[in-house]
T-cell receptor, first 111, second 113 residues
Framework: KQEVTQIPAALSVPEGENLVLNCSFTDSAIYNLQWFRQDPGKGLTSLLLIQSSQREQTSGRLNASLDKSSGRSTLYIAASQPGDSATYLCALYSSASKIIFGSGTRLSIRP | EAGVAQSPRYKIIEKRQSVAFWCNPISGHATLYWYQQILGQGPKLLIQFQNNGVVDDSQLPKDRFSAERLKGVDSTLKIQPAKLEDSAVYLC???????????FGPGTRLTVL
């Protein structure tokens, strides 16, 4: 059974730092992995989608990588800003367990 | 391009009452998803439609929850009767294809008293 883990559950860093968020999974038979951000009381905003055949995707200051062999994806945020404060969630679409979300990492950027 | 629309945004009901949520996906998106998100957790998939057919409803509590997507566009999720543990945010999402990037609506926050 696919399990998705996001550690740490919460992270606070000063503005301007580069940071990495982690997403681990147990079953490498996935179709894709998607990263989202969720602001308090809001829905999810899609950040990046990585297909199973891809190793990474980039959008602006964000870079997401995928390593199926180690069961890990990372979301790299460069030059963090207070506006980046949100909860970041990863979701897998796998052949066995369909769509599974992690519990998220709550990120706080201190001015 | 209009996003995923959901209504109502908030709903408060007493336990054992019924409630229905509505979702209108992005135009042209064949796949529609309903999720339940309990505070502090990631969303849990309840049901996935491809056009008006069900792809996956393995986590839908079918004794009290039902969903339909007539004509392959709008969708309705119903809870009857509601329990206290149904208090959550109900999120609707859509994607162009089955295995594709998902786009979410703002959600409906349900409180069951």
């Amino acid at each position: 059974k696919q399990e998705v883990t996001q550690i740490p559950a919460a992270l606070s860093v000063p503005e301007g730092e580069n940071l990495v968020l982690n997403c681990s999974f147990t079953d490498s038979a996935i179709y894709n992995l998607q990263w989202f951000r969720q602001d308090p009381g809001k829905g999810l905003t899609s950040l990046l989608l990585i297909q199973s055949s891809q190793r990474e995707q980039t959008s602006g200051r964000l870079n997401a990588s995928l390593d199926k062999s180690s069961g890990r994806s990372t979301l790299y945020i460069a030059a963090s800003q207070p506006g980046d404060s949100a909860t970041y969630l990863c979701a897998l679409y796998s052949s066995a367990s369909k769509i599974i979300f992690g519990s998220g990492t709550r990120l706080s950027i201190r001015p | 391009e209009a996003g995923v629309a959901q209504s109502p945004r908030y709903k408060i009901i007493e336990k054992r009452q019924s409630v229905a949520f509505w979702c209108n996906p992005i135009s042209g998106h064949a796949t529609l998803y309903w999720y339940q998100q309990i505070l502090g957790q990631g969303p849990k998939l309840l049901i996935q439609f491809q056009n008006n057919g069900v792809v996956d409803d393995s986590q839908l509590p079918k004794d009290r929850f039902s969903a339909e997507r007539l004509k392959g566009v709008d969708s309705t999720l119903k809870i009857q009767p509601a329990k206290l543990e149904d208090s959550a945010v109900y999120l609707c999402a859509s994607s162009l294809l089955v295995v594709d990037e998902q786009f979410f609506g703002p959600g409906t926050r349900l409180t069951v008293l």
